[in-house]
């Protein structure tokens, strides 16, 4: 089974600053069958990237995934208020079919 | 617009049955596979199995094979997650998910739509 481990736990930063989330998986993923939500307190989760760095329909181009292998990474490039929410990843492509990581809090600062 | 819209809370004793539901709008549905992921209480998520309305066709994660049933009325879009006896370590919030197909791997992809959340409590 595919472990996912995101670091940081948590992460602390102002508005227009740059964030990186790390998600770091225990096998290599599956032609990089990796995508990257973002969860709000009450609110579904919502698609932010799918393989690993193509953009969901909707998500602004300040979010953007790359990797591969067993490293991946979400950035955002310039925080705004609302993108402070927990993010987390998500590997669709091998046994057993799906697994998350733990999630990301990023908090501001 | 797609929608998956869940049935509410729930309120179970230990050794209860209960189904909670999840109808879908907005799109084909029986083209896409539905799932099941739960967040236990402070925790992360976990994938439990999804379906194919389609054919009715599932696969389960090995960690619930066995301890859910998840099932579907293509008559009404509708899919279901059930248990035949529920214990308090049952207790999460549980969210269906649309699968956007993608990979060889037969029920792999991402999911692209979530409802929003049942709160199951199963408490004495």
């Known amino acids: 089974e595919i472990v996912l481990t995101q670091s940081p736990g948590t992460l602390s930063l102002s508005p227009g600053e740059r964030a990186t989330l790390s998600c770091r998986a225990s096998?290599?993923?599956?032609?990089?069958?990796l995508a990257w939500y973002q969860h709000k307190p009450g609110q579904a989760p919502r698609l932010l990237i799918y393989?690993?760095?193509s953009r969901a329909t909707g998500i602004p181009d300040r979010f953007s995934g790359s990797g591969s292998g067993t490293d991946f990474t979400l950035t955002i490039s310039r925080l705004e208020p609302e993108d402070f929410a927990v993010y987390f990843c998500?590997?669709?492509?091998?046994?057993?079919?799906?697994?998350f990581g733990q999630g990301t809090k990023l908090e501001i600062k | 617009e797609v929608q998956l819209v869940q049935s509410g809370a729930e309120v179970k004793k230990p050794g209860e049955s209960m189904k909670i539901s999840c109808q879908a709008s907005?799109?084909?549905?029986?083209?896409?596979?539905i799932g099941w992921v739960r967040q236990m209480p402070g925790k992360g998520l976990e994938w439990m199995g999804i379906?194919?309305?389609?054919?009715?066709?599932?696969?389960?994660s090995p960690s619930f094979q066995g301890q859910v049933t998840i099932s579907t009325d293509k008559s009404i879009s509708t899919v279901y997650l059930q248990w035949s006896t529920l214990k308090a370590s049952d207790t999460a919030l549980y969210y269906c998910?649309?699968?956007?197909?993608?990979?060889?791997?037969f029920g792999s992809g991402y999911f692209d739509y979530w409802g929003q959340g049942a709160l199951v409590t199963v408490s004495s």
């Open positions: 096998q290599s993923v599956t032609s990089s069958y």
């Open positions: 998500h590997q669709y492509g091998s046994s057993p079919l799906h697994t």
């Open positions: 379906v194919y309305p389609g054919d009715s066709d599932s696969r389960y």
């Open positions: 998910v649309r699968l956007y197909r993608q990979g060889a791997v």
């Open positions: 907005g799109y084909s549905f029986t083209n896409y596979w």
């Open positions: 393989g690993a760095s």
